[in-house]
């Protein structure tokens, strides 16, 4: 069975063949995920293929065999991936509200949890963002140690888990009469309402020396 996936320690098991599916050969091709949701959609080569959300409602509102799977490999926070210019003003996540922002197309997943929050007003659901803080997740490790590699200075020191904890119990007992369709950042909102910024928050058990002698 043909599967495509871009490259990551969630999916890398499954590739490299220490965790085997009953019953199926699996035949693995890595991929960067553009290339791969144009190979998939056009060609179809795949039985199994990682795949944009957008992509997917897209092919399944023309009448696509699609099914989705939901397993999410990435899991990667796209909406802390934004590039300014240093001479705007910009420091933090407050400073863009009432901004214009750009995006690269217009089919695309990171914009549907807005579009979804307007969907779903009226069914009393209620759908925001959690922008968290600094943290050790997909990719920390080796982006880090290549920086210590070359000599670089590494980022601050990654937050525990636990300073999400506060903000999304709050956001789970708010209705969408109340609260949706927002972005939040869990360190600004955890400051503002007197639960302490980094210094609190920031993994005293983690350090850089550590990670570069692993």
Known sequence: ?????????????LVDGRVEVEGV???????DPSETFWRQLNFEEFEIAEMSLSSYLIAKSRGRDMI???????RRFMHTELF????????????IVGKR???????????????LADEVREHNVAVNIVVPGHTRTTGFDEQNRARLATGS???PLPM?????????LHLAAQDAARTTGKMFDVMV???EHGLGGPERWADKSFTYETLKAG
């Open 189 to 191: 909102w955890n400051q």
């Open 25 to 31: 050969e699996l035949i693995a091709t890595h991929s």
């Open 153 to 155: 200075r590494p980022g």
């Open 68 to 74: 989705a799977i939901p397993v999410f490999p990435a």
């Open 84 to 95: 300014y210019h240093v001479d705007s003003g910009i420091r933090e996540l407050r400073d």
């Open 1 to 13: 069975m043909g599967f495509v996936t871009g490259k990551n320690e969630r999916v890398e098991p």
């Open 101 to 115: 922002l750009g995006v690269g197309e217009y089919q695309q997943t990171a914009a549907l949890s807005f579009y």
């Open 160 to 168: 525990v888990p636990e300073h999400m904890v506060p903000l999304v």
